[in-house]
């Protein structure tokens, strides 16, 4: 009996040191990619940050699958820019239907900003004046990131 109880106490301390090791670990940046316009606005106002709306079809358009795959998905992307911009997620799926408020929205963002190809990324200021457009292009999500920190830098 008292080597179960032995056991079940060591388990249970062995147990809650993995829990205290795993909250201390440095969690690694990422992006919070908003949906919401005007809540994404709000907030880049409050944070002094400048808008990247993204203009994607993410379930049909290739190119804007390999932006999303070898730059926004990479950790070095996220470590270099998600403390720089607020991030609003534009999409224009096909094998799924929007909210109808969102499908609005997103129509309207693109016909403001003119955006007539897939994936474009457009910096915008907080006055939501556009910066400048970025196109994807390759050499991964160091160099996608410092085209994007250029250009806010260039502003």
């Known amino acids: 009996m008292k080597n179960r109880w032995f056991i079940f106490l060591f388990a249970t301390m062995a147990f809650s040191l993995n829990i205290y090791a795993t909250d201390s670990e440095p969690k690694p940046a990422q992006i919070e990619w908003f949906t919401n316009y005007d809540e994404a606005l709000e907030y880049s106002k409050v944070t002094n940050k400048p808008l990247i709306l993204l203009f994607t079809g993410s379930d049909w358009c290739s190119w804007c699958q390999k932006l999303d795959r070898e730059v926004l998905q990479q950790s070095e992307f996220a470590e270099m820019c998600a403390d720089k ?3 609003v997620m ?3 799926p096909h094998s799924h ?4 408020a969102q499908e609005h929205q997103n129509l309207g963002l693109k016909n403001m900003y003119g955006v007539r190809g897939f994936p474009k990324m457009v910096i915008v200021d907080e ?4 910066v400048v457009y970025i196109n994807y292009r390759r050499g991964g999500p160091k160099k996608h990131a410092e085209r994007l920190l250029n250009a806010l830098n260039d502003k």
């Open 85 to 87: 911009f607020v991030f």
């Open 90 to 92: 534009v999409d224009f």
């Open 97 to 100: 239907d929007l909210p109808p």
């Open 127 to 130: 006055k939501q004046q556009k």
